[in-house]
């Protein structure tokens, strides 16, 4: 049933004052500019990949941390997930592992583990519910506490403030890693940078759309942004933007509908990518 603008925005403003809207807003736009900034790095270099893998070692390492009983998992989900990004990184330079199969060997094997060890030692009545939401993240943005907004603030300032510091050496193994190693620029300590900002996105991100779905907030803002745009920093630009207003319009809409928020969240980022598409199209 269709709804007025009056009562869109009376109901808008109603679910507003709740805390717990107000956080997962604030979470996601964070999350959102995070992943849209290191997206556009990722998919030129064509490691846009290693996202999915990254998410399914996170998902093995939340499995881990349940079996202990662990309510903040994040300390052991995050090194976990850092190690398997340095693992992924070093093995794509190893002639007899290369890097597609190790992301898939990884990705496969953290998964199955996760899994075995959800159903094995699960104290939970509901372990499918918990898979599930673990994997698609139904209700997780929904369920922050205010030290988990401030951590995940403080995990993106890290990551923005890394990205912009080190914009120009990040640029320059984007494009040429050979011609910036010529150059002097230390190709390895920059791709293991960008390596772990990566597993410190794919954790955060888990919290908004869930292990299976993170690979779409850093794929589908950078690949709709260059439908309109050829320049490196018109491109990052525009898939910030793009990327916040999906991920603040998805969280608005799984609320008042009562959608999934992370299938919402996707669903409106392969709308924008569409559009953007077309628009391309035309220009």
């Known amino acids: 049933m269709l709804i007025s603008t009056s009562d869109f925005f009376a109901n808008l403003s109603y ?16 999350i959102a500019l995070c992943a ?9 270099k064509r490691y846009s990949f290693i996202g999915d893998g990254l998410s399914h070692v996170a998902f093995g390492a939340i499995a ?7 309510t903040n998992n994040v300390w052991i989900v995050l090194p976990i997930t850092i190690v398997a990004a340095v693992f992924i990184l070093r093995s794509s330079r190893n002639t007899k592992v290369r890097g597609d199969a190790a992301i898939a060997m990884t990705s496969v094997s953290a998964l199955a583990l996760g899994y075995l060890l959800i159903n094995v030692f699960s104290t939970s009545a509901n ?16 369920t922050l506490t205010k030290v988990e907004v401030y951590l995940c603030s403080a995990l993106s300032l890290i ?63 950078a690949i709709a942004a260059m439908q ?6 018109s491109v990052t630009i525009c898939s910030v933007v793009i990327a916040i207003v999906c991920a603040t319009l ?11 928020v ?13 559009l953007c598409w077309l628009l391309g199209m035309r220009g």
């Open 15 to 30: 679910y507003l004052s709740f805390p717990f809207v107000r956080y997962a807003l604030i979470v996601s736009t964070l």
């Open 36 to 44: 849209s900034l290191l997206g556009v790095t990722l998919v030129l």
């Open 64 to 70: 881990i941390a349940s079996v202990f009983n662990l």
């Open 127 to 142: 372990v499918s519910g918990d898979v599930c939401s673990t994997l698609f993240g139904s209700t997780s943005i929904l």
């Open 159 to 221: 990551v923005v403030g890394c990205y912009l510091f080190f914009y120009n050496k990040l640029f320059a193994i984007t494009f040429d890693e050979s011609f910036a190693m010529a150059l002097g620029v230390k190709a390895q300590r920059y791709n293991l940078m960008l390596a772990v900002l990566v597993a410190v996105i794919i954790v955060l991100a888990m919290y908004l759309v869930g292990s299976l779905l993170v690979s779409a907030l850093i794929i589908f803002p």
């Open 228 to 233: 309109l745009f050829k320049s490196f920093t």
């Open 250 to 260: 998805g969280i608005v809409v799984s609320i008042i509908a009562s959608t999934p």
């Open 262 to 274: 992370g299938a919402t969240i996707v669903v409106i980022n392969m709308l924008a990518f569409g």
